[in-house]
């Protein structure tokens, strides 16, 4: 045999092998979410109440860390002449944490056969990490940065227009970028750790779970109690909004993409539909928070279409809270993973297309026709 034939036969042989270690691992991602890329089992277990609670309350509680954490992220990352900041940030760190929840085998054996199946796994990954990112805010500031709205404190005028098809790009590209590398790092790490670190036992798992619900539960009533109490101009209230409408999409987001996920193989509809929907509601939000009655008029509080303090902070609840909580890049990065690649392209384009698509037509019709300004609060 000619070394050519040998050499043509080893690359058939290591590309049969790469395909195989592909669907072993795509196999692997995929049973890690608890929405599925598609159903991992073909008859799904059914819980009790008391699992179905477990899941609500963790959920909770991971919603409630995760959009304190991103909001808390974005003030820290945003300020004048920075190089990246604001969603951006989130995006990558709650990647890097679904990484290494993603990439951890041993920690959660002893619990589940099907680690996806764990409330506080529930928790961490569908509450936390999905809450912490935000599909909705990275188009958000991908359409703010190609027309030029004044909607964030970073930023400046461009030259002329068509450099805010740069700036948009630029943000899709960051944003998926670092995104991508940050579930890679995450993975990694946890691949390196996992030999290291003993199995979770059921008393820990308890222990911890039980805790962090409690601790969430409380924080939550006092959150919705602040609500209707707090009454001074600061922006505690944008706060404790988020913190009330976290938890409804995150919920939301949950039980549309348990429900949608499996009805399609090669596409995730539950995320994407969550995702679209949430891209809608914040471009709404955003026009009656920053848009103007009068396209003439002296820009002012009175030109405002919202125009009272306590309806931009509920406006602005629903845009970091509820959408936050609809909407997610760390399950999106999850499944480009767990989709074979001509799919995960296909997937990730139409998502990103469609999301900044809806985005534009709504915010780029109030801007260009009554403009668009700074919100109240």
């Not at 050519?4 to 690359?11: A, E, G, K, T, V």
């Not at 945003?78 to 190089?83: F, L």
């Not at 995702?275 to 809608?280: A, P, Q, S, V, Y």
Request: proline share 3%.
């Amino acid at each position: 045999m000619s070394i050519d034939s040998q050499l043509s036969n080893i690359s058939r042989r290591r590309r049969s092998v790469q395909d195989q270690l592909q669907e072993l691992e795509e196999l692997e991602v995929r049973t890690s979410l608890p929405e599925g890329v598609r159903p991992p089992v073909e008859e799904p277990l059914h819980y009790g109440k008391r699992y179905k609670l477990r899941v609500i309350l963790n959920i909770l509680q991971g919603s409630l860390w995760g959009v304190l954490a991103r909001r808390g992220l974005d003030l820290l990352t945003t300020y004048n002449h920075n190089y990246l900041g604001g969603v951006v940030w989130s995006n990558f760190t709650a990647c890097s944490v679904m990484g290494v929840l993603v990439g951890t085998e041993q920690l959660w054996e002893d619990l589940n056969d099907i680690k996806a199946r764990i409330p506080l796994y529930i928790g961490l990954s569908t509450g936390f990490c999905g809450t912490f990112s935000s599909f909705s805010s990275a188009m958000l500031e991908a359409v703010e940065r190609g027309i030029n709205a004044p909607l964030s404190e970073v930023g400046g005028s461009l030259p002329s227009a068509p450099y805010g098809i740069m700036e948009s790009l630029s943000v899709v590209i960051c944003q998926l970028a670092l995104s991508i590398m940050g579930f890679s790092m995450g993975k990694h790490l946890a691949e390196a750790l996992d030999n290291f670190v003993p199995p979770m036992t059921q008393t820990i798992t308890q222990i911890l779970e039980y805790g962090l619900i409690v601790i969430g539960v409380c924080l939550y009533i006092a959150a919705v109690v602040l609500c209707g109490t707090e009454s001074s101009e600061v922006t505690l209230r944008q706060w404790t909004f988020s913190i009330v409408f976290a938890f409804f999409g995150a919920w939301t987001r949950y039980l549309v993409s348990k429900y949608l996920n499996g009805k399609l193989k090669k596409f995730p509809l539950g995320t994407f539909t969550a995702n679209i929907l949430g891209c809608i509601i914040i471009a709404l939000v955003v026009s009656l928070s920053n848009g103007k009655r009068h396209k003439n008029w002296s820009m002012g509080v009175d030109n405002l279409i919202v125009n009272t303090s306590i309806s931009c902070e509920v406006l602005a609840g629903i845009k970091e809270g509820f959408c936050g909580g609809l909407t997610t890049v760390s399950t999106f990065v999850v499944e480009l993973f767990g989709l074979e690649t001509i799919y995960a392209y296909r997937y990730g384009t139409i998502s990103i297309a469609t999301g900044f698509s809806v985005c534009i037509v709504i915010l780029g019709t109030v801007n260009w026709t009554v403009g668009l300004g700074d919100a109240i609060c």
